[in-house]
């Protein structure tokens, strides 16, 4: 009875934890999309008030203004640091990054969460027009780097899940190498000369798939922020270069199908 | 004895009654329009047009029904024989645990592969709208 127990706990203590990790994404996920409803009705409120400001130009429509703006911008640091939240449980969840790499992303999301921080302490402090302009141009002066460290995040991620399948293939590669190596003696020459050539196949689309990911890889850690036309081209090009390295996966994976295809029959 | 007749008598006209019938001043019609006798009338040439197309078109119709069922007729045999499926033999390998667990791990990664989007629009970032838009006091 007593081992009954200990086993029932367990399983429970085990089973919370698997589903802890990946609720917190999850739960980090519908804090990021209420903290963009809310925005968007800050902002909406902002455009009112800050259009009858530039119709009417009284005292009144300018307290109004200056308030919605405070509320607008305080909104909108909120949302960033959700944002940045949810990508840091994304990154504490990827099975295929790396220990170095999970620090590294995660450096650059702390850094951007403490530049927020600053930002929402000086909200309060806006008095007036040009006060609320001082603190909106210093967020809108760091948010090319801010974007920066997101972009390089997002395809950090991508390369994680991408080495996590390429893991499994390698598996499967191993596992097919094994079946035929074991049965060599058996099978007709035939038969051990196709299954070789498959092989090799399977090894070459591994290998193609591995130039693929270490040319984003090195791109992703020189992305500058400088020029914001050039970032987002690069940004494109990578995202089109793990495409296809997927591709590569998937084909290779279809060939070790062809593969156990021509070991399944003698004829 | 007969009196000759007078050719006079003859000649004159009868009698005119005394009083004169009284005529009626009559407005004048217009005339009917001059119906030649021989013109056929154009709504009958109309009607043996169209049924004279009618005609031709459901002739045409039939026509081509006829050479479709002479094409729809039953293939001749060809000289060629078809093949008829070989049955393979399944080699004991396939019933080997190494290879269904390998085949299970396939299907499974091919799956996963399959189901992967490279660009996941959920961890794309918020867009804002930066500028305030006042100008400097």
Same mark, same amino acid.
Request: net charge neutral.
């Given at each position: ?10 399983f ?21 999309l ?7 009705q800050?902002? /909406?409120?902002? !455009? ?27 909104s ?11 990508l ?13 790499? !999970? ?6 999301? !702390? ?40 972009n390089?995040? &997002?395809?950090?991620? $991508?390369?994680?899940d991408?080495?996590?399948?390429a ?14 190596? $074991? ?10 000369? &196709? ?6 196949? &399977?090894? /070459? ?8 990911? /270490? ?25 089109? $270069?793990?495409?296809?390295?997927? $591709? ?18 003698? /004829? | 004895? *007969? ?5 006079? *008598? ?12 009284? =005529? ?18 154009? =709504?009958?040439?109309? =009607? @043996? ?5 009618a ?44 290879? @269904? ?5 396939v ?19 918020? =867009? @804002?709208?930066?500028? @305030? ?5």
């Amino acid at each position: 009875m007593r081992r009954i127990a200990a086993v029932l706990i367990l399983f429970t203590v085990l089973l919370t934890r698997h589903v802890r990790v990946f609720a917190s994404s999850e739960s980090a996920y519908r804090d990021y999309l209420y903290q963009y409803d809310v925005y968007r009705q800050k902002y /909406n409120d902002f !455009k009112i008030s800050k259009n009858e400001y530039d119709k009417f130009k009284t005292l009144t429509s300018k307290t109004h203004a200056i308030d919605k703006t405070r509320q607008m911008l305080e909104s909108r640091d909120t949302l960033l640091k959700s944002y940045l939240m949810f990508l840091n449980e994304k990154i504490n969840e990827n099975k295929g990054m790396s220990a170095t790499d !999970k620090a590294l992303y995660q450096g650059y999301i !702390k850094s951007e969460v403490d530049f927020l921080n600053a930002q929402v302490l000086l909200v309060p402090s806006i008095g007036s027009i040009n006060d609320a302009l001082d603190v909106s141009k210093q967020l809108e002066s760091h948010y090319d780097i801010l974007i920066t460290s997101i972009n390089q995040t &997002i395809v950090g991620l $991508t390369l994680g899940d991408l080495a996590d399948m390429a893991s499994q293939y390698d598996y499967a590669t191993s596992l097919a190498t094994v079946l035929v190596d $074991t049965n060599r003696m058996k099978l007709p020459q035939g038969k051990i000369t &196709i299954s070789d050539r498959w092989l090799l196949s &399977i090894k /070459n689309k591994r290998t193609l798939f591995q130039q693929k990911i /270490n040319s984003v890889s090195l791109k992703n850690s020189g992305l500058k922020s400088t020029d914001v036309n050039d970032r987002e081209r690069i940004v494109s090009e990578m995202m089109n $270069t793990l495409s296809e390295a997927k $591709t590569d996966l998937m084909e290779g994976t279809s060939y070790i199908g062809e593969l156990l295809t021509e070991l399944k029959y003698r /004829n | 004895m *007969d009196q000759p007749v007078n050719q006079s *008598d003859i000649q004159r006209p009868a009698q005119e009654p005394s009083a004169q019938p009284q =005529v009626q001043a009559f407005t004048p019609v217009a005339k009917p329009p001059a119906q030649s006798p021989h013109r056929f009338p154009f =709504v009958w040439i109309l =009607v @043996l047009c169209i049924l004279f197309g009618a005609a031709f078109g459901a002739g045409i119709f039939l026509r081509t029904k006829k050479e479709e069922s002479v094409q729809q007729a039953a293939p001749t045999p060809t000289l060629l024989p078809t093949e008829t499926p070989v049955h393979r033999q399944i080699d004991p390998i396939a019933t080997s645990s190494a290879y @269904l667990k390998l085949e299970g791990y396939v299907a499974s990664l091919s799956a996963s592969l399959s189901a992967y989007q490279v660009e996941n629009q959920s961890v794309a970032p918020p =867009v @804002l709208d930066l500028p @305030l838009g006042f100008t400097q006091e």
